[in-house]
């Protein structure tokens, strides 16, 4: 038996969840609209607001899940990826809490826990599966053994798909945080009605540097010719951007699930939160057999629920951590 605090505060959510015996019976999320303002996430903000933040969300997460402190027999912290001083506020309360209640500290990769927030509900995959795990700053294919027996087989080399959608939000001069928006004028738009380059990059691994910079191009030479053409076919544009990254991200996971054999198929990450994502996923898993694993929506953005469980498991190897321990910016798989 144990319970566990986890925090997570690699960017710019606020994130606290208790852990019982593996059920996660608290998951508190304070997000930070402050960074809507400037189209993008301000780190040094980002590390203020989570200052701000951190205490009441730990309040509120014990209410929640009916627990007191003194119950806890240990804390969970992301360690890392992420950005340095967003992670420094949360590693330093779990340290301090920790210290304070004299129980364990468990360290927890944030991309690893993306993958392990498949374990937080049914059904749960079985090993081995390959996980396509796609947020802003990332995108990879691993392959999963066991909870932490991961191996990335395919990942981006320069920009992470989040990313493209976000920047082609900016590009149409929508709000931030600009993804979901695409994902809402998708639905209404035509998915064909314009066409992208696919990047042709070997291997398992992904590009989409270029794919930015041709959608720039294509929004550029169109508006110089119809000023109006952002406004009059923003639906269209939008269905065929998502269209183009999806097909990209499936291509390259239908491509590994063939090398190695694997049917046990999981997307994670914020952008499995993406409709048109999960919906060609399900309709891979019609046409090859497949077994799909998508997280509920509250587990695909960044979430103290999916560091909870992974630390559970690193509770029962009892892989624990000293106080000396540092956030990492980039941190090893």
């Known amino acids: 038996m144990s319970i566990i605090l986890a925090i997570e505060s690699s960017c710019d959510e606020t994130s606290v969840a208790v852990c019982n015996n593996g059920k996660i019976t608290s998951n508190v999320i304070a997000n930070q609209t402050i960074h809507q303002n400037y189209g993008g996430v301000i780190p040094e903000l980002a590390s203020r607001v989570h200052q701000q933040n951190i205490v009441p969300v730990i309040h509120q997460a014990l209410a929640d899940a009916e627990v007191d402190k003194k119950d806890l027999d240990a804390v969970a912290f992301t360690q890392g990826p992420g950005l340095l001083g967003a992670l420094l506020v949360g590693v330093s309360f779990a340290k301090s809490f920790a210290m304070a209640l004299d129980v364990p500290l468990i360290s927890v990769n944030h991309m690893q826990a993306h993958i392990l927030a498949h374990f937080i509900d049914e059904p749960k995959p079985s090993f081995p599966f390959l996980?396509?795990?796609?947020?802003?700053?990332?995108?990879q294919i691993v392959l999963v053994r066991d909870y932490f027996d991961m191996e990335i087989v395919g990942e981006t080399l320069d920009d992470?798909?989040?990313?493209?959608?976000?920047?082609?939000?900016?590009?149409?001069?929508?709000p931030y945080p600009g993804g979901p928006l695409i994902d809402k004028h998708a639905k209404l738009g035509?998915?064909?009605?314009?066409?992208?380059?696919?990047?042709?990059?070997?291997?398992?691994?992904?590009?989409?540097?270029?794919?930015?910079?041709?959608?720039?191009?294509?929004?550029?030479?169109?508006?110089?010719?119809?000023?109006?053409?952002?406004?009059?076919?923003?639906?269209?544009?939008?269905?065929?951007?998502?269209?183009?990254?999806?097909?990209?991200?499936?291509?390259?996971?239908?491509k590994a699930a063939l090398q190695y054999g694997i049917k046990e198929i999981a997307i994670a990450g914020g952008v499995s939160a993406n409709s048109g994502l999960r919906a060609a996923l399900k309709q891979m898993e019609e046409e090859l057999g497949w077994k799909t694993y998508i997280p509920q929506f509250q587990y695909c953005t960044d979430n103290a629920a999916m560091i909870a469980m992974a630390?559970?498991?690193?509770?029962?190897?009892?892989?624990?951590?000293?106080?000396?321990?540092?956030?990492?910016s980039r941190m090893p798989f």
Do not use: M, W
């Open 160 to 174: 992470a798909a989040g990313e493209a959608f976000d920047k082609t939000a900016k590009i149409l001069n929508l």
């Open 311 to 328: 630390a559970h498991f690193k509770y029962i190897k009892r892989d624990f951590v000293g106080q000396d321990v540092a956030p990492l």
């Open 190 to 254: 035509n998915p064909l009605a314009y066409k992208f380059p696919v990047p042709q990059i070997k291997n398992l691994d992904y590009s989409f540097s270029g794919f930015k910079t041709a959608i720039l191009y294509f929004i550029r030479d169109h508006v110089k010719e119809h000023p109006n053409f952002i406004t009059e076919n923003l639906d269209d544009i939008c269905a065929s951007v998502q269209h183009s990254i999806v097909q990209i991200l499936l291509g390259k996971l239908k």
């Open 131 to 139: 996980c396509l795990t796609v947020s802003g700053g990332h995108t």
